[in-house]
């Protein structure tokens, strides 16, 4: 999800589209968010474990 915010940012910074900028931006954000909580090792869309 992270990858994914920072290629809309990209595409969208080259191409002056804001909307692909501000999807970016969230998507970078709630990755951001995502990632920490599973990084403190809180379960993360109802999974404790990755397998």
């Not at 931006?25 to 109802?46: E, F, T, Y």
Request: charged letters at 5%; aromatic letters at 10%; proline letters at 0%.
């Amino acid at each position: 999800m992270i990858i994914l915010g920072v290629i809309l940012l990209i595409i969208g910074f080259v191409t002056s589209i804001s909307i692909l900028w501000t999807i970016g931006i969230v998507l970078v954000a709630i990755g951001l968010v995502l990632w920490v909580a599973g990084a403190l090792g809180h379960a993360v869309g109802g999974r404790r474990h990755y397998y």
